[in-house]
């Protein structure tokens, strides 16, 4: 209770007042302040649609990242049966957003067929690449500059495959120049009886030294049985220095599945965790994971979207840190999400992409979920509108969606959240199943006229240099402000056939000043660097002091 007596004071106070304190009957109200969010898609020059027949009922992502050198995030956004959209950010500072289609250099038929997109740099070159999940051939795009880029698949020796691509993740294994890449595979079509009780296994691909490139992808390894999964992620759950491969799997089509916990110890087989390493059965209608240390005890939660309701998973008290034994603590906690919270409908809810982010910059983290039908299911909620749940010193979260302005009837599929015009609010973009994708800008708590500050902020860019790993994935940014500390792992996956890479926000709340430190992939920490709030800082390993990038 310290922290909310901390929250009652001072500059801060004024904000609460502001925030809106008046909830439907039933609905806890927010304490923390409710950001507004205005939708400009259109007037921004953004008009594309995700759609397409059953194969595209799923994916529906967007990659948010710089593609040209300027430090502000661009977008690519997936289409389905529609062309991939490429849209360069010309947004100016603090003002409304702005993007421009640009020609990404791929072929109308590489620019179909995709589902989800993600950002990164593998050849480290430290221009960023994209990996293209798709119905059919995955692709890996080489970024060559400019917002342009090259199909890679062949000099990498690597087999986009035939399958039905819906997730994806990246972790880089120690003394590996090139990442190790992860495809999680949805239905088996070409299985007999398919869809039902088909679904594809998921492939490890693991870097290979080669004359050419340095490193290659010429073989897969088979992670089976697959459950058709529509979101994975590599990440150290407990903390052990090894990255294992987390896969959140769709029940709708198959008997006897889970949700799966794979170890891929470094220069070993992987392996599926079982009941005897301690792992127990979870079976969801699967489609989302986002992962942070909500209370800082060192080892990540992870919030589970369904068909349903969400799951929100804190390793066990109780539990040996080599035993992965989770509990649930999405009631406690006010995340369940399992049914709208606005309109009439009190079917169950869709869950989709899962963020988590601090949206109101109030130094506490705030989860959104992207919501929406299947496609026509009678049985869950026609008018399902995205979760904003804002979170409160009390540790609890908040509904705030319809308030904070994002409650469309849209069908949400893939998303993120970045801060488009570096006015240090975070901004939202929504891929929609057969409607127009959806762009928001966050005007604190002011109007689109005349945006209002929330509190402080600070947003951090991490490099390594002249090393492989250029974007320092798997490391993990540690800011402090007086006795409270955020921590944000540095993670390539996750989400639905959504990624993002580039600066890392924090909310600061009312302080000015802040403490950076850095735990290298590697596992060495940095010394700590004392920065100003509301400014971008990049820091490159080794480096004496975090350096200033001033927006245009």
Not at 48 to 77: M, Q, S
Not at 80 to 95: E, F, I, Q, V
Not at 117 to 143: F, K, S, T, W
Not at 406 to 411: E, F, N, P, Q
Request: hydrophobic share 40%.
């Amino acid at each position: 209770m310290k922290h909310f007596s901390l929250l009652l004071s001072g500059v801060l106070l004024a904000g609460l007042a502001a925030a809106p304190a008046i909830a439907e009957e039933g609905r806890e109200t927010s304490l923390a302040p409710v950001p507004q969010f205005v939708e400009e898609a259109g007037a921004a020059g953004i008009y594309h649609t995700y759609d397409g027949a059953w194969e595209y009922f799923v994916g529906g992502g967007t990659a948010i990242f710089d593609c040209n050198n300027d430090r502000l995030p661009d977008l690519f956004l997936a289409g389905g049966k529609n062309p991939a959209g490429l849209y360069r950010n010309a947004s100016p500072t603090g003002g409304a957003l702005a993007f421009e289609q640009v020609d990404s250099g791929l072929t109308d038929k590489q620019l179909r067929k995709v589902l989800g997109a993600y950002p990164l740099d593998i050849n480290n070159d430290d221009v960023l690449d994209l990996v293209l999940l798709r119905l059919g051939e995955n692709l890996i795009l080489q970024g060559k500059g400019d917002c342009t880029f090259e199909v890679a698949n062949r000099a990498l020796a690597f087999d986009g495959g035939r399958e039905w691509t819906t997730a994806f993740s990246a972790t880089f294994e120690p003394e590996q120049k090139f990442p190790t890449l992860a495809f999680g595979n949805y239905v088996d079509r070409s299985a007999p009886g398919s869809p039902w009780g088909t679904c594809h296994d998921n492939f490890l691909f693991r870097p290979e030294a080669t004359a050419e490139r340095g490193a290659g992808y010429p073989e897969a390894t088979r992670l089976s049985p697959g459950y058709c999964t529509l979101s994975i992620l590599f990440t150290d759950w407990n903390r052990s220095g090894e990255a294992d491969l987390r896969i959140s799997n769709d029940r709708h089509y198959y008997r006897g599945g889970e949700e799966q916990l794979w170890a891929v110890p470094p220069g070993r087989p992987p392996r599926p965790y079982r009941k005897t390493d301690g792992w127990q059965h979870l079976k969801i209608w699967g489609m989302g994971i986002a992962s942070v240390d909500l209370d800082v005890d060192g080892y990540p939660e992870y919030a589970l979207t369904s068909m349903g309701d969400t799951k929100l998973q804190k390793l066990d008290d109780e539990s040996d840190e080599t035993v992965p034994v989770y509990q649930d603590i999405a009631f406690d906690l006010g995340v369940t999400a399992h049914r709208p919270y606005a309109g009439e409908d009190l079917k169950p809810s869709t869950g989709w992409h899962s963020e988590f982010q601090d949206v109101n910059n109030d130094g506490l983290w705030d989860l959104f979920i992207a919501k929406g039908n299947v496609e026509a299911m009678p049985d869950f909620a026609a008018y399902d509108p995205d979760n904003l749940l804002i979170g409160q010193w009390t540790g609890k979260f908040v509904e705030t969606g319809d308030q904070a302005g994002i409650a469309l009837d849209r069908r949400g599929r893939g998303a993120g959240l970045a801060d488009f015009n570096a006015d240090g609010l975070l901004d939202l973009v929504v891929v929609n199943r057969a409607a127009p994708a959806s762009l928001f800008r966050n005007v604190g708590q002011g109007t689109a006229e005349k945006p209002r500050p929330l509190g402080n902020w600070l947003a951090v860019d991490i490099r390594q240099p002249g090393e492989p790993n250029s974007r320092a994935v798997g490391a993990k940014i540690s800011v402090k402000t007086g006795n409270r500390t955020m921590v944000k792992d540095i993670q390539v996956g996750a989400g639905h056939a959504s990624g993002q890479m580039g600066f890392v926000h924090f909310g600061l709340g009312v302080a000015e000043r802040a403490n950076v430190r850095i735990k290298w992939p590697d596992g060495d920490w940095s010394h700590s660097y004392r920065v100003f709030a509301n400014g971008h800082v990049i820091i490159e390993r080794g480096a004496e002091k975090a350096r200033l990038w001033y927006p245009r």
